[in-house]
């Protein structure tokens, strides 16, 4: 069952959402807008301009003191020693048995001060976790939970970094990479990070500032942009998302995260990640294209093994696109398959990542 609406959690740009006439609906226990204009015209905003969404939603945690790095090198599955002050890192939270926890992106704030950000669904688990990890630790380090200080808004498309760089006197960062500066008169901390393939920013503001940024944003022609085209916009480009392609059953090595899991750095969960990787996975998350109508969803089976993690229309490609796990057998690119889509089979074919490519066939 769902959230009841009375205790629905609204980010600080709630009415702001509301005045622009958005449709809400619950996600992760909050109430959240899942458009505005519509997908199409949104998703294509992004694709072909700028768009503002709001991910307030998103959790911060913060971890600092004198053995900070020495603790998120434990429990995070990349090199964290390789993120210099004001860098940023992709990496997976992993159980001992290598099940991914969530996927996560941490900065680098000052020489022992780090800021993590969570995906909504699951930020009260990974504070838990974090805490857990950090007493048994020890000294020297401390784990706070960040999320009531920061709001989130996310920036993007081709001419995202333009736009900002009108509200700002300063250069802003490059991709992966963050500082602290000025926004429409605001204090921000800007970082080079995104989840819609398309350049940008993403900008941590404090609750109380959300809505002049916005406004300064949205005022200078960027498209506010719902939940529901976010979704179509990171699965063009094969971007996990948490409860759909990552879960605890499963680990990074089959969902093709290996690249950000770095075994030798001795985090939780290396030992299994390790074994996976040279045994070899027998299935593989990957990408396909319907080669005819309709759209393959969440838990469509595929015929002869494999099921559908993300499905929907791609506004870019035309077609149903989606991604699936399928035995190492079938997951090679040109691959045909059958998925049951409620009853019906629907052929489609497996493709390489990403799905949309700039200056290709994606004028659907």
């Known amino acids: 069952m769902g959230t009841p609406a009375e205790t629905l959690k609204r980010t600080p740009l709630h009415a702001r959402h509301a005045a622009a006439g958005a449709k809400l609906v619950p996600f992760a226990g909050w109430d959240m807008p899942v458009q505005y204009a519509g997908i199409r015209e949104e998703h294509l905003a992004v694709r072909r301009d700028v768009g503002i969404f709001d991910v307030s939603h998103m959790g911060e945690i913060e971890t600092r003191g004198p053995r900070a790095l020495d603790f998120l090198q434990r429990i995070l599955s990349n090199d ?8 940023a890192q992709y990496s997976v939270l992993c159980q001992e048995d290598g099940g991914v926890l969530d ?6 704030l000052d020489e022992d001060r ?15 976790w974090f805490r857990k990890q950090a007493e048994a630790f020890g000294d020297g380090v401390t784990v706070t939970d960040a999320a009531p200080h920061y709001a989130m808004l996310a920036i993007q498309g081709p001419q995202a970094r333009t736009l900002v760089a009108k ?7 490059q991709r992966f990479r963050t500082q602290v500066q000025d926004v429409a008169g605001v204090k921000a901390l800007v970082c ?8 940008g920013v993403e900008l941590l503001v404090k609750p109380e500032d959300a809505e002049t940024v916005w406004d300064a944003v949205v ?8 939940l529901a085209a976010r979704d179509t916009l990171r699965l063009e480009v094969c971007f996990h998302l948490y409860g759909n392609d990552l879960m605890e059953t499963r680990g990074p090595i089959e969902a093709g995260l290996g690249w950000c899991c770095k075994e030798d750095t001795g ?9 996976a990787r040279a045994e070899g996975p027998t299935e593989k998350l990957v990408p396909f294209k319907l080669t005819g109508p309709g759209i393959a969803r969440q ?8 099921i559908v993690t993300s499905g929907t229309l791609s506004p870019c490609l035309g077609v149903g696109i989606g991604m699936a796990y399928l035995p190492v057998g079938k997951a090679e690119p040109g691959t045909e398959i059958q998925i049951d889509v409620r009853g019906k089979l629907r052929s489609a074919r497996v493709d390489r990542k990403p799905l949309y490519r700039p200056n290709e066939e994606n004028d659907g």
Do not use: W
């Not at 964290?80 to 860098?87: F, M, T």
């Not at 838990?299 to 494999?306: I, K, M, P, R, S």
């Open 267 to 275: 985090f939780i969960g290396s030992e299994a990640i390790a074994r």
């Open 103 to 108: 996927d996560l992106f941490t900065y680098r």
């Open 299 to 306: 838990d469509n089976e595929v015929e002869g093994g494999g």
């Open 219 to 226: 005022a200078k022609g960027a498209a506010p942009v719902g």
């Open 80 to 87: 964290v020693s390789k993120i210099a002050v004001g860098g």
């Open 192 to 199: 080079g990070t995104g989840y819609t393939g398309e350049d």
């Open 167 to 173: 509200l700002t006197d300063e250069e802003l960062p």
């Open 114 to 128: 780090y800021l993590t950000v969570t995906n909504a669904s699951n930020h009260d688990k990974d504070l838990a």
